[in-house]
């Protein structure tokens, strides 16, 4: 530990001395506190488990259905991965038409605005009613909730190079396709791993609320299916479950970031 | 106003970068403001010259009709005897902005490179990456032609931008405020390569500065701008000898110039009144 973090004088809140066992020392800790917390409430208090389960009887749960939760999980995954790199092309391809075709882009931005604040939850029973009960419907709804902060993340890394830069490209006579695909498209690169990040959360999201609408399988089918059983452990165990390939997700996509864009400002401060 | 154009030299004679009459207008309908007004600018081939003046004269605007990235409504441009915009595609113009505008993701040598293969597509790989290194040599960054900008200081960022536009073998740098975000030290530092890359290439320089030091000991020639429409005051050539260096700032006329030049912008400064 340097002098400066011993002392609690650097310049971030997290001393960059500590290792990384030790930074996560006291989250670890506080989330055994209120595990122990709450499952000396549920005893103490006689709470029914159909209406809050104790951890032990969630862990219990979990591994009863271990090979269900499983089988479901990987539904699920397939789901918000071809969801999401569904809603990432789809996305893109609309950032590019925009910035590309300057009238036809100034046409259809508006729309596509309108419809981002469209509830797309309230789209999953037409979605099933279109595309059935299987992956479709899923990908169809996720691609809507995630298209979109993947499509704004380019635009902004696209309006933000520099316009002498592209005066200095036009000098020289580059046309829009060749500024688009040399400058404007790599410049947007850590914009669009910043929106892919939150695309691969909202793609977690649609996958479960595709499932709630209509499923056979699934992990959001589990928690809905064993709510009407009141198997309220289960629900948490499965939520879990959910948790856990959502997080894995996001950093696959933020470790993605560091491979694909190790030169962005993020990686490069001082 | 001293430099009109002479009609009587040979052709031999004339000027590589020549305004007449040059007047830009900005901004749309009732905010549209008269920016510059009947400017006249000749640059000699091989001259180095600044365009001085407070800000608001319209010298980044003079610079940008030069390059042909500001359209005038009245007047002509011309360099070497092209209109500006054709001069650029031909690569006779590499323009250097106070913003080096280095591609994040390439290292200093791709950088050096990029604009030259943008323009000259036919330029064989091999020999675009020897006169990209070369240049990069040139501005003194021969060890840094790995790194990318991020591992840059500004100083260098900046002479990547001047080894960019001298791969391009332009006739003409028009160079933009190009150390204006730089601390006084490194600008001094940055001057006296200038100088040195001017001297070894012989390329004709046209910058806009707003430092009166900086003009002076760079310049053969200096024209003072006026705000309130932006317009040449006046030009002053600079009798110091080349080449310059630190001696310079002691020379005797160095004073006498830099009072002259103060005393011509405080003027056109009075001049531009309340707006």
């Known amino acids: 530990m340097s002098a400066a973090a011993r002392y609690g004088v650097g310049h971030t809140a997290e001393p960059r001395g500590w290792t990384a066992a030790e930074s996560w020392l006291p989250t670890l800790a506080l989330a ?24 032990s009887a969630i862990v219990v749960a979990m591994i009863r259905e271990a090979w269900p939760l499983a089988a479901a999980a990987v539904v699920t995954a397939k789901e918000i991965l071809v969801g999401f790199l569904a809603a990432a092309v789809v996305g893109i391809a609309l950032a590019l038409i925009v910035a590309r075709f300057r009238l036809f882009g100034r046409a259809l931005y508006p729309l596509i605005v309108l419809f981002q604040n469209v509830p797309k939850v309230a789209l999953a029973p037409i979605f099933i009613l279109w595309f059935g009960y299987d992956l479709a419907p899923k990908v169809g709804l996720i691609v809507v909730i995630a298209f979109f902060p993947v499509t704004l993340s380019i635009l902004t890394g696209i309006e933000a190079v520099e316009p002498s830069l592209i005066a200095l490209m036009r000098s020289v006579g580059a046309g829009p396709n060749e500024i688009l695909t040399k400058i404007q498209m790599p410049h947007a690169l850590p914009n669009l791993m910043a929106g892919l990040k939150i695309a691969a959360t909202f793609s977690v999201i649609g996958a479960i609320v595709g499932e709630f609408a209509g499923a056979s399988a699934g992990l959001g089918y589990i928690i809905q299916f064993a709510s009407t059983q009141l198997d309220t452990a289960l629900v948490f165990a499965a939520l879990i479950v959910v948790s856990v390939v959502g997080v894995g997700f996001y950093y696959l996509v933020e470790y993605l970031e560091r491979l694909v864009v190790p030169w962005a400002p993020k990686f490069n401060r001082p | 106003m001293s430099k009109v154009r002479d009609l009587t030299a040979p052709a031999g004679a004339m000027p590589l970068v020549e305004a007449e009459n040059v007047s830009v207008e900005l901004g749309q309908d009732a905010k549209r403001q008269v920016v510059l007004q009947n ?93 990209a290194s070369a240049m990069l040599d040139l501005v003194g960054l021969k060890d840094a032609a790995m790194k990318r900008p991020a591992e840059l200081s500004g100083g260098m960022r900046q002479r990547v931008a001047i080894a960019r536009a001298l791969t391009l073998d332009p006739a003409v740098l028009l160079m933009d405020e190009p ?53 040449i005051i006046d030009t002053l050539t600079i009798p110091l000898p080349y080449p310059r260096g630190e001696a310079t700032y002691d020379h005797p006329r160095f004073a006498e110039m830099e009072r002259r030049l103060r005393a011509l912008l405080r003027r056109g400064h009075r001049r531009e009144g309340p707006r």
């Open chain 2, 39 to 131: 400017v006249n600018l000749a640059v000699p081939e091989g001259a180095f010259v600044s365009l001085i003046g407070p800000s608001g004269c319209g010298k980044s605007t003079l610079l940008k009709a030069l390059a042909g990235l500001v359209q005038p409504a009245s007047g002509s441009v011309r360099v070497g005897g092209l209109p500006p915009h054709e001069a650029a595609r031909r690569r006779q113009i590499g323009l250097i902005f106070q913003d080096s505008n280095l591609l994040p993701w390439k290292n200093a040598l791709e950088n050096a490179a990029m604009l030259r293969g943008v323009a000259d597509k036919a330029m064989p790989r091999a020999e675009l990456r020897d006169r």
């Open chain 2, 179 to 231: 150390f204006g975000a730089l601390d006084a030290i490194t600008r001094e530092a940055m001057s006296q390569s200038l100088l040195e890359i001017w001297e070894r290439t012989r390329k004709t320089i046209v910058l806009v500065t707003h430092s009166i030091d900086e003009a002076i000991y760079l310049s053969s020639e200096v024209h003072a701008l006026g705000a309130g429409p932006g317009r």
């Open chain 1, 32 to 55: 055994v506190l209120v595990v122990a917390l709450w499952e000396a409430t549920i005893r103490l208090f006689n709470v029914s488990s159909y209406i809050v389960p104790a951890p």
